[in-house]
């Protein structure tokens, strides 16, 4: 069975633009998490998604957003970027929703912003 | 608020045992999970501790206590392959809650 897989691997952008990131999920699962991963942040929860509806959200500001579409795929968007938005942005899936006993992380989108 | 506290690093030889503690404090608390993460890579699952007790799987065991607030990831027959960084994370309403982490270093 496929791993998650995250589109693309990198990503460099300006501050100002904004970006989206892709997750495919394992297939089967029909929650998608997103993580974002920083040295002095750590690993923060941003937002979960089932069944195409937002369940869970972290503590982050408006400009982030997200979508979950019918095949379970996911997309996150972050507009008008700042230089800390620069992290490691990870996408887990798991088969329920709000159950943290096992997600299976994809690599990662390494975004800088310059 | 939610957090959650464990060690930043701990060193151990090859072939010892080491155990990484974790206290949280949180609301609405569900279980304790583990995620071990190699540099450069994505965290994977270890474990999952909803219920007091411990759980073991292969070199792997992880301890959870509720009314302590407290858990424990216990790594036996260290390998220098277990060098990584090891995350406990809380199930909280439906979020997952991440410590800062502790960097294990496995010496041969």
């Known amino acids: 069975k496929a791993g998650v897989t995250q589109t693309p691997r990198y990503l460099i952008k300006t501050r100002g633009q904004q970006v989206t990131l892709s997750c495919s999920p394992i297939?089967?699962?029909?929650?998608v998490s997103w993580y974002q991963q920083t040295p002095g942040q750590g690993l923060q929860f941003l937002f979960e998604?089932?069944?195409?509806?937002?369940?869970n959200k972290g503590n982050f500001p408006g400009r982030f957003s997200g979508r979950q579409f019918s095949n379970s795929r996911s997309e996150m968007n972050v507009s008008t970027l700042e230089l800390g938005d620069s992290a490691l942005y990870l996408c887990?899936?798991?088969?329920?929703?709000?159950?943290?006993?096992?997600?299976?992380f994809g690599p990662g989108t390494r975004l800088t912003v310059t | 608020g939610q957090s959650l506290e464990q060690p930043s690093e701990v060193t151990a030889v090859e072939g010892a045992i080491v155990q990484i503690n974790c206290t949280y404090q949180?609301?609405?608390?569900?279980?304790l999970s583990w995620y071990q993460q190699h540099d450069g890579g994505a965290p994977t699952f270890l474990s999952y501790?909803?219920?007091?007790g411990l759980e073991e799987t292969g070199r792997f065991s992880s301890f959870l206590s509720r009314s302590d607030s407290y858990g424990y990831l216990l790594l036996q027959e260290l390998q220098m392959k277990d060098s990584a960084s090891y995350f406990c994370?809380?199930?909280?309403?439906?979020?997952?809650?991440f410590g800062q982490g502790t960097e294990l270093s496995v010496k041969p």
């Open positions: 887990a899936s798991s088969l329920n929703e709000g159950r943290g006993d096992e997600q299976y």
């Open positions: 949180t609301s609405g608390f569900y279980g």
């Open positions: 994370a809380v199930i909280s309403r439906g979020k997952l809650i």
């Open positions: 297939s089967g699962h029909r929650s």
């Open positions: 998604y089932f069944s195409e509806t937002q369940r």
């Open positions: 501790n909803a219920l007091d």
